[in-house]
Each structure stands twice: as structure tokens, then as C-alpha cells.
């Protein structure tokens, strides 16, 4: 073994050990209260599908602390909290490959949204037909990744919040809860996404109004076909000839009978001249 390669195997054991250190140093640190989350950590993904993959983890983490630390906060027994969201995140790292999720999303989501809670419920409660409080917990967990995201994170379309909502019910959700998730987000949607719903909604009235247009426009087509006039004096076609068989024993041919008849005279006038010749 050569000593670049010695040296090269070395530098990645190096580098490695640096970055378990790294990582044990940012767990401690968030179990000891320390939020301070980098939003643009550029050693993990920051893909849509790592933004999916954080919005799933939030979505369980929250869960976590609703049937906790929340539920204990709202009846009253506060020496029974010992699961914070900031502990929820440092577990889930520790237990979890986080390669491929965009782990700066996923710490805002689990930091602002427990502090925005009260809130990001009144909001929620607006669009309801029961209390906060009769909501299902993942349902609940989902409606406040919804409702944070449509209202603090304006870069993010408010149809990708809305289809986001679905693919969580879809993959932890109740069967028919999709139902209430998109009725709520949709009607604050236009409460907070007041002007980007109507540009929406002037744009699909244009392209109804263009294909209505085009439609009204197209010239039809007559498909109606003339029927030829037919001439009863005229003479028949080839097509109307009658066809003749080569079977048919009614049909006569003259030049058949003709040489027919010729041969019989011919053998009739031969045998006479033998019968004189012996006489």
C-alpha cells in the first residue's frame, strides 16, 4: 500500500470521526434547549422530496408532543412535561437516517409551530364545525403543518400546501378525514392567500373562456354525402352485366353446336360412301 493512498484512507477516517462528533455535539445541544437551527445546513438534501420527507417527521413529531407535553399543558398537569419538541427532534435524529431529509425545515417546523400553537389553533378553529379540542390527532398534527405553511411560508404555493396536507392524511391519516384537511385548508387559503387565490381563479376563467372560443369558432363539418342520380335509360354497366358460368348447361354456345353438327354430317356422309364402296 502506498503512503498516498495510506494518507487519503486516514483523512477519511479524519473526516468521518469529525462528522459523528459534529452531529453528537448538535443532538446534545438540542436536548440541553438550544435551538439555534441553520435553515440552510448545506451537508443535507433541500430537494422537494427531502422538504416531503421533513414535513413527514414533523408531522410524527408533532403528534409526539400533542398527546405529551401539550396534552398535559391544556389539563393542568405541568409537572408531568418531560417531553419538549426540542427533545422529540434530538431522538429522532439520533434513531433515524436523516441523510436524505431537509433537516433545516424539519427543526423550524418542530420549533415555530409548538410556539405558534395557540395561534395556528384560533386560526384552525375558524373553519370548523366543532371544537379544536374533538379533532383526531393526526388530523390536528396536519392542519397545523398546513396552517404554518400557508400562512409564514408564502414561497410555497398554496396548492402544494393543500396537495402536501393530502399526501399526509394518505400516508397516516384516516380514510375520509382528507375531506375536512382539504375543506379547512381550503378556506384559509383564501383568507391568507387572498390575492394569489384570485389570480388562480381570473387565470382558469381565461383558459375556460379561450377553449370555449376555439370551440365556437371550429367550422363544422358536413358529413352528409349526395346520392348519384341514376338514368334508367341509360345502358348497364359492366356491373349490372349478368354473369355467366362456365357450368350453366342452359347457356348455348353457337360455335360448339356448329362444329358439333359438322362433325356428325361428316361421319354420316363417310359412312355411306363405305357402305356403297362394299356394295
Not at 425545515?105 to 386560526?123: F, G, V
Request: aromatic share 4%; net charge neutral.
Amino acid at each position: 500500500m502506498t503512503d498516498q493512498l495510506k494518507r487519503a484512507i486516514s483523512a477519511a477516517k479524519t473526516a468521518q470521526a469529525n462528522d459523528q462528533q459534529a452531529e453528537a455535539t448538535r443532538i446534545a445541544s438540542s436536548s440541553a434547549g438550544d435551538q439555534t437551527f441553520d435553515m440552510s445546513e448545506s451537508s443535507y438534501k433541500t430537494s422537494h422530496t427531502a422538504i416531503r420527507k421533513a414535513r413527514r417527521f414533523a408531522m410524527q413529531g408533532l403528534y409526539e408532543w400533542l398527546v405529551t407535553d401539550r396534552r398535559f399543558d391544556i389539563d393542568g398537569k405541568l409537572g408531568w412535561k418531560a417531553n419538549p419538541p426540542h427533545d422529540i427532534a434530538a431522538r429522532t435524529r439520533a434513531t433515524n437516517a436523516m441523510h436524505t431529509v431537509h433537516i433545516g425545515y424539519y427543526h423550524e417546523m418542530m420549533r415555530d409551530i409548538p410556539e405558534q400553537i395557540e395561534a395556528l389553533d384560533a386560526l384552525i378553529s375558524q373553519h370548523l364545525d366543532r371544537g379544536i379540542d374533538k379533532l383526531d390527532t393526526v388530523e390536528h398534527a396536519i392542519l397545523l403543518i398546513g396552517a404554518y405553511e400557508l400562512q409564514n411560508r408564502l414561497e410555497i404555493p398554496y396548492k402544494v400546501v393543500l396537495d402536501e396536507a393530502m399526501k399526509l392524511n394518505n400516508h397516516f391519516g384516516a380514510t375520509d378525514a382528507h375531506k375536512l384537511i382539504n375543506a379547512v385548508l381550503d378556506r384559509m387559503a383564501i383568507e391568507l392567500r387572498a390575492l394569489e387565490v384570485e389570480s388562480d381563479t381570473k387565470a382558469n376563467l381565461r383558459t375556460s373562456q379561450k377553449a370555449v372560443s376555439k370551440q365556437s369558432e371550429a367550422k363544422p363539418v358536413d358529413t352528409t354525402e349526395t346520392a348519384p342520380e341514376t338514368n334508367s335509360d341509360s345502358q348497364p354497366t359492366a356491373s349490372n352485366k349478368p354473369r355467366i358460368s362456365a357450368n350453366n348447361a342452359r347457356v348455348k354456345r353457337n360455335s360448339a353446336s356448329k362444329a358439333s353438327a359438322n362433325i356428325s354430317e361428316f361421319k354420316a356422309s363417310k359412312k355411306d360412301a363405305n357402305t356403297k364402296s362394299q356394295d
